[in-house]
């Protein structure tokens, strides 16, 4: 589960980059920031579902975004 939910969460980071890297994504306003808002929360929870892994003795996913 956990695997598959850090998968899950990098898909997020993935479409983050993609909208900022864009030609005319968003570089400011609510757009913008629902999706650095995004982009930190997602990578706040994979690191936890990481070390929760890591702890429970399960194998990390191949590494994501």
Known sequence: FLQYMIKHHEGALVMVRALLTAPGGAR????????????????????RMQKLLTAL?????????
Do not use: F, H, M, N
């Open 57 to 65: 003795g399960g194998p990390l996913p191949a590494s994501g975004p």
């Open 28 to 47: 400011g306003g609510q757009v913008y920031a629902i999706a650095t808002e995004i982009d930190s929360d997602q990578r706040v929870e994979i690191e």
